[in-house]
Structure formats: structure tokens, C-alpha cells
């Protein structure tokens, strides 16, 4: 059952400011994750403060150096069908189309799907768990079938968003507003690695707001794409993703970004594999390279060593798709 809470839909930033002052209130988007989170007991909610009223969060805009703005409250059904995004941007438009289910894309926005919370079943179970402030991580020696095989410390979950890895390939920036004014970050920097503080998502302070991402302009030669593994084919979260942003002089990589979802407990970008292929021609064996490289330092748990091979087959078989 949902909690008791106080619900305020201001209608300007410094009015949400203002509300969000009162300890336990949470941000409501679409609210397709906070309110599950609520429901199922994960964290208590003194107030909700609609994002819903405010004019200006809702559109994509060309940006003067040739990129987008794109507002917080962009549902994840537009930016799947934008013709901007997916012309110029498609890893973008495949992520999102690959979100979900097609309710769930029309009610969940931009900023929430960046924030949020993971799906680690121990964390949205009954489990004091090293998330809810526990002794430990219940994955660790448990069902850990779907979590991470890179960046395991306190705590192995995956980070759940098929958005943001590719916004992280595509070097985007996220706006950010708060009482104390704006700042940005980018959204290769937002998530919080559980090694540094497994309580917290992102790096937003208390009090602020995501008001929009921007993307910079499209490099000439950049071709992209997004491709997610589920166990299921749609309603279903990555167990192995992949956003891929190259560009290309023909078939030389001359930089790359290459962003794995459903691996690390936040997008991971592997450096590794860029620098496999950075400079050299896209091939069968440039990319079974990249894709070793991707995942030589990957320790799997006890029930998740299967994704080892899924993502290096994954990544090879991606990467030369990027080909034709
Ligand atoms: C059954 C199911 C399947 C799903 N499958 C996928 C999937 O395959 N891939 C995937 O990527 N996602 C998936 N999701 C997650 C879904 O995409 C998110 O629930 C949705 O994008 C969140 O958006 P929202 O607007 O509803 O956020 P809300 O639920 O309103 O908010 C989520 C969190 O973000 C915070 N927040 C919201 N907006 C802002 C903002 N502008 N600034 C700062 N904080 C903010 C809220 O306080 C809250 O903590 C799934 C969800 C469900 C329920």
C-alpha cells in the first residue's frame, strides 16, 4: 500500500526549491519508479513535489553549436521518435525505444530515468541491505544471475538505465538547478560508483533538479547504436547492453565511445575497448579485440559468468554492424 504523503505541484523552480526543503521529499516525474519504490516500502516519503507544472522542461531545442537541449520532462516515447535524435543521435533514439514497455515509455521521463533507483531484487525486497544502510550486500553470496561483472565493491548491482549509457557515449551534459543556482555535469559523471557511497544514485546535492541534458553537436563520421540483451524481449532491464558511438574516417575509428549497460553498478564506459579500436580500421578482428579488452578485467560472481561471453559477443557482433 502507498504511504501517507503531502503532494505539491509548484510552479516555478524556486517554489519547488522551497518544498523540497521538508526532509523526505522526493521529486515526482512520471513518477513510474518513485511511486513502485513507495509502494514497496524502500524509502519513506514525507512529500512529493510535481515537476509537472513548470513550463519549459518539456521541449527538445537546437542548441546555437549545432547540438540539442532536451528538457527533464521529455517523456522516453518522444525521444525514441524525435526525428532529430534519431537522425543525428540513434544510439539516443534506439535506447529509448528499447526502454520498457510502451506505457511505461509514455509516462517515464528523461530526468526520472536517470535517476532512477536500482533493481536489485535483495534492494527492493525485505533485505537491510549495504543500499539501505545493511552490513552487506546481499548479491555477494546470493541469487546474483543479473548483476554486475565490472566494478563490484559494497555493492553489485547494475545500474538499470538503458538512457543513460548513451548519453554517456555521446558526451552528453546534464543542467542542473538548484536554490544555490545552476551548475553542470557530465552524464559520465553523474552516478554515484558504490565504492565512494553505495546510499546515494547520483551526485545531485539535496534540494536540486535536473532541468535538462544537451547533447553536442554530432561529430561528421559518427555512427551509432544501442542493442540491449533482456530475458525477456520487452518490460524487461538490460542484462547485457552496449552504446556504441564511433566515428569514422571510412572504416578507420578515429575516436570511440563504447558504453556497456546491465555490467557495472553505473554506465561503464571501457576505455579499454576504445583504445583497441581508437586509430585502427573496424574489422572482424579489430572488434573481437575491442571486445576482449572490454571484458579482461570483468570477475564474475557465482551464477552471472555467463555474461562475460554475452558481452563480448555483444560488442563484436555491434561493432561491425556499425559497418554496413
Ligand atoms: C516494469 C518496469 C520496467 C522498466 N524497464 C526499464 C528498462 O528496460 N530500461 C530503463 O532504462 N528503464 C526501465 N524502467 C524504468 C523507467 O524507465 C523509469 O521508471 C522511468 O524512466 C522513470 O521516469 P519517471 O519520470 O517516471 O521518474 P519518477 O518515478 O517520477 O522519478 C524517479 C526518480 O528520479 C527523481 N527525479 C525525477 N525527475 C527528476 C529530475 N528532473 N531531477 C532530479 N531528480 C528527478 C525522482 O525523485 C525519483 O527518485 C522500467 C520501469 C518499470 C516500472
Redesign the pocket.
Known amino acids: 500500500m502507498l504511504p501517507a504523503f503531502n503532494y505539491a505541484r509548484p510552479e516555478s523552480l524556486k517554489e519547488v526549491f522551497r518544498e523540497l526543503k521538508t526532509t523526505n521529499a522526493?521529486?515526482?516525474?512520471?513518477?513510474?519508479?518513485?511511486?513502485?519504490?513507495l509502494h514497496d516500502g524502500i524509502f519513506p516519503a514525507t512529500k512529493l513535489v510535481s515537476?509537472n507544472a513548470l513550463k519549459g522542461?518539456n521541449s527538445i531545442k537546437k542548441t546555437a553549436d549545432g547540438g540539442l537541449k532536451i528538457g527533464?520532462?521529455v517523456?522516453?516515447s518522444t525521444l525514441a521518435a524525435a526525428s532529430d535524435i534519431s537522425r543525428r543521435y540513434p544510439v539516443l533514439a534506439e535506447?529509448a525505444a528499447?526502454?520498457?514497455?510502451p506505457q511505461?515509455?509514455n509516462?517515464?521521463?528523461l530526468?526520472?530515468?536517470?535517476?532512477?533507483?536500482p533493481r536489485c531484487w535483495y534492494y527492493r525486497g525485505e533485505f537491510d541491505c549495504v543500499r539501505k544502510g545493511g552490513a552487506k550486500c546481499y548479491a555477494f553470496n546470493g541469487q546474483n544471475q543479473f548483476h554486475c561483472i565490472l566494478g563490484g565493491s559494497a555493492c553489485y548491482i547494475v545500474h538499470?538505465?538503458?538512457?543513460?549509457p548513451a548519453l554517456v557515449a555521446l558526451d552528453a551534459v546534464v543542467k542542473i538547478s538548484g536554490a544555490q543556482g545552476e551548475r553542470t555535469l557530465p552524464v559520465a559523471d553523474l552516478h554515484v560508483h558504490p565504492k565512494d557511497d553505495p546510499l546515494r544514485e547520483?551526485y545531485?546535492e539535496p534540494g536540486?533538479?535536473?532541468?535538462a541534458v544537451q547533447l553536442p553537436a554530432a561529430a561528421s563520421g559518427l555512427r551509432s547504436s544501442y542493442r540491449?540483451i533482456?530475458a525477456r524481449q520487452s518490460?524487461?532491464?538490460?542484462v547485457a547492453g552496449l552504446a556504441l558511438a564511433l566515428v569514422m574516417d571510412q572504416d578507420r575509428v578515429t575516436n570511440a565511445r563504447i558504453v556497456l549497460s546491465g555490467a557495472a553498478p553505473v554506465p561503464w564506459r571501457s576505455r579499454e575497448a576504445e583504445t583497441a579500436l581508437k586509430g585502427q580500421r573496424l574489422s572482424a578482428e579489430t572488434a573481437g579485440q575491442a571486445a576482449a579488452a572490454a571484458v579482461a578485467k570483468a570477475k564474475a560472481l557465482e551464477h552471472n559468468a555467463y555474461k562475460i561471453s554475452m558481452f563480448k559477443g555483444l560488442i563484436q557482433e555491434q561493432l561491425l554492424k556499425l559497418l554496413s
Open positions: 522526493y521529486l515526482h516525474a512520471g513518477g513510474s519508479d518513485l511511486l513502485g519504490c515537476l522542461l527533464a520532462l517523456n522516453i535506447a528499447q526502454v520498457a514497455s511505461l515509455r509516462q517515464g521521463t530526468g526520472g530515468n536517470l535517476c532512477q533507483k538499470p538505465s538503458d538512457v543513460a547520483t545531485l536540486e533538479v535536473i532541468t540491449k533482456g518490460w524487461d532491464f538490460a
